[in-house]
């Protein structure tokens, strides 16, 4: 069991703040890996997710929409905050700095997320909204 998914695992409702810190950065360096199967086992099987515009449901759907994802976002580093939790929710912010695979324009991407977990301290819900800005390669904050 890796490290990451430990930690995701193990930090279960109710959350603290320093259990909620380490969930989100859990998340951060799961997301860092760009490997959609060991993200996707932080979310229960039934998962639902809104990211921007598109909505989905699953294991299978998170790993195929993360796979299309990093496909087209090379050079993908992300930040993630806490924000806000309660007992079984977590609110983060986030940035993150990607090359479009096709244009290689660098891109700059700002955004919220609103989480909330099963007992057990999988995602069953992820609630995502994000804009993404034009930067130069010279403009980059993560290397």
Do not use: C
């Given at each position: ?5 430990k ?36 979310y ?12 989905f449901?699953g294991?299978k ?12 976002e ?37 955004g919220?997320?609103h ?29």
């Amino acid at each position: 069991m890796s490290v990451q998914f430990k930690i995701m695992k193990t930090n279960k409702p109710p959350f603290t703040k320093e259990t909620a810190k380490a969930k989100v950065q859990a998340a951060e360096d799961a997301w860092n890996s760009k490997n959609p199967e060991s993200v996707s086992i932080a979310y229960t099987l039934d998962s639902k997710w809104r990211n921007r515009n598109d909505f989905f449901t699953g294991r299978k759907a998170i790993v195929e929409f993360l796979t299309k994802k990093w496909n087209k976002e090379s050079k993908y580093k992300l930040e993630k905050h806490l924000w806000s939790f309660t007992d079984n929710r977590i609110s983060v912010r986030f940035e993150y700095e990607w090359q479009d695979a096709e244009t290689g324009q660098w891109k700059r991407t700002y955004g919220n997320e609103h989480w909330e977990f099963d007992p057990e301290g999988l995602m069953k819900v992820r609630d995502m909204s994000a804009n993404d800005i034009n930067i130069l390669e010279t403009e980059r904050k993560f290397k």
